[in-house]
């Protein structure tokens, strides 16, 4: 099946060799054409050109683009999109002065999602996850990295990378699956945290390796979570399994997670809101995506990661959403987009190659998106009419999307 897309205002991120991340100042340009047209054979990108060279081709379906643009779909490369339940009673907490640290130190946070989502059962957590994946494919994400980490026990744990198994059956879009065993320490363990990291590297690891169940390992990072220690200690044994990290760390405070991370060749470390000097010296002339997630900023009202700083000395960036039910429940790319040039002084250019290529890298999927190149995945977005690109971020808020394709198809 071959479809045509002509009179296209602009084609955005075109590239035509496949380039696997980009860094510092490479990150200001985004290739276009002006009056493009794009044709997709099958699930593929197959050909492009300015509408002035158009050659003859017999396509069997003939869209109109004018005025409109097309962008490679957004790669999302940290969600926590499988969850139950919300925590709306702890937002409204926090607007009533409590911290994000008071709740969860109250019991609230990942452990109160951690009951919720023990209590309910794996159908039930499926419907609900699809429901929100469905959502933000909608809202152009084209490629997607899902947690698990609101188990905190074997069986929640594993019941948690079912439901994503299922969703990557079920779904056209790539999802990767990272296992996130250690992302709270669950209340029985309070006071023996070790016996908890005994229990994910020796119980539940090597039940997710033998059932196929995630290609990634996380850790949260962070004082009142897990130590570097305990990083060193879950990354070399998760490697025996063949499991790359991407981590969260720097979040709250800078206590060397990204040492640890770069140490072990993580894929990609993630938050970063708090940055010392040798943690953006770190990172250079390695192979660790750096990615921040701005509506996590946003919503707990903490410091935006320093994009400037760091593409400012040559580093890359990848963007992504977080999508949780406790710091960012929100899936909109768009928004993230829009908040990167907001608040954290990207350009337009920035941003969309953060938020589409250089996602890609950090779910290790280049070869296929995150670019309008010949034979990758047609997996992109036809906005409605805008006046340019630039029009994406600056009407934060609008919904500029008229349309999402994966694999060449529309979405309905
Ligand atoms: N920081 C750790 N994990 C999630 C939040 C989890 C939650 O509050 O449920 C995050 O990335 O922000
Ligand atoms: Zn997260």
């Known amino acids: 099946m071959k479809q045509l897309f002509i009179n296209i205002k602009e084609l ?4 035509e060799n496949k380039v696997d991340k980009l860094s510092g100042t490479e990150m200001k340009e985004l290739p276009t054409i002006k009056n493009a047209w794009l044709l997709i054979e099958d699930d593929k990108i197959a050909d492009y050109g300015e509408m002035d060279s158009l050659p003859e081709i017999n396509a069997d379906k003939t869209i109109d683009a004018e005025g409109k643009i097309i962008l490679p779909s957004w790669c999302d490369s940290h969600t926590h999109i499988v969850y139950a339940g919300n925590r709306e009673l702890e937002f409204a907490d926090r607007i009533n002065g409590l911290s994000y640290e008071e709740i969860a130190n109250r019991g609230g946070g990942i452990l109160n999602s951690a009951k919720t989502l023990q209590e309910t059962s794996e159908e039930e957590v499926y419907q609900q996850s699809a429901k929100r994946l469905e959502e933000v494919m909608k809202l ?10 609101y188990g905190l026990t074997e069986e929640g744990e594993l019941k948690m990378l079912r439901v994503i198994k299922k969703l990557q059956k079920n779904y056209e879009l790539p999802i990767k699956a990272t296992f996130l065993g250690a992302h709270a320490i669950p209340k029985e363990y309070k006071e023996k945290p070790d016996a908890y990291m005994d229990l994910v590297i020796e119980k539940i690891l090597p039940k997710v390796a033998e059932e196929n169940l995630a290609e990634y390992i996380d850790i949260f990072c962070e004082k009142g979570y897990f130590s570097v220690a305990d990083t060193h200690k879950l990354l070399s044994a998760a490697k025996k399994f063949g499991l790359k990290p991407k981590i969260h760390v720097n979040q709250f405070n800078a206590i060397g997670g990204i ?3 770069i140490e072990h060749d993580a894929l990609s470390v993630d938050h970063l809101e ?5 943690d953006i010296e770190s990172l250079k002339g390695t192979s660790t995506m750096p990615v921040a997630l701005p509506s996590c900023s946003l919503f707990l009202s903490i410091p935006y990661t320093p994009a400037r700083e760091m593409l400012d000395s040559g580093l890359p960036l990848a963007l992504a959403t977080d999508f949780n039910p ?6 909109n790319m768009n928004l993230v987009v829009s908040l990167a040039c907001i608040k954290m002084k990207m350009t337009p250019e920035e941003a969309i190659n953060a938020a589409t290529i250089n996602g890609a890298y950090a779910m290790e999927l280049s070869e296929t998106h995150g670019s309008i190149t010949k034979g990758k995945k047609a997996n992109f977005i036809l906005t409605k009419e805008i006046p340019s690109y630039t029009f994406l971020p600056y009407a934060f808020g609008t919904n500029s999307i008229e349309s999402v394709f994966i694999n060449g198809k529309m979405i309905e």
């Open 140 to 149: 152009g994400t084209g490629a997607v990295e899902i947690k698990s980490g």
């Open 274 to 278: 708090v940055m010392r000097p040798e």
């Open 259 to 261: 040492q640890a991370g």
């Open 12 to 15: 955005l991120q075109v590239r």
């Open 326 to 331: 406790g710091s960012t429940p929100s899936g």
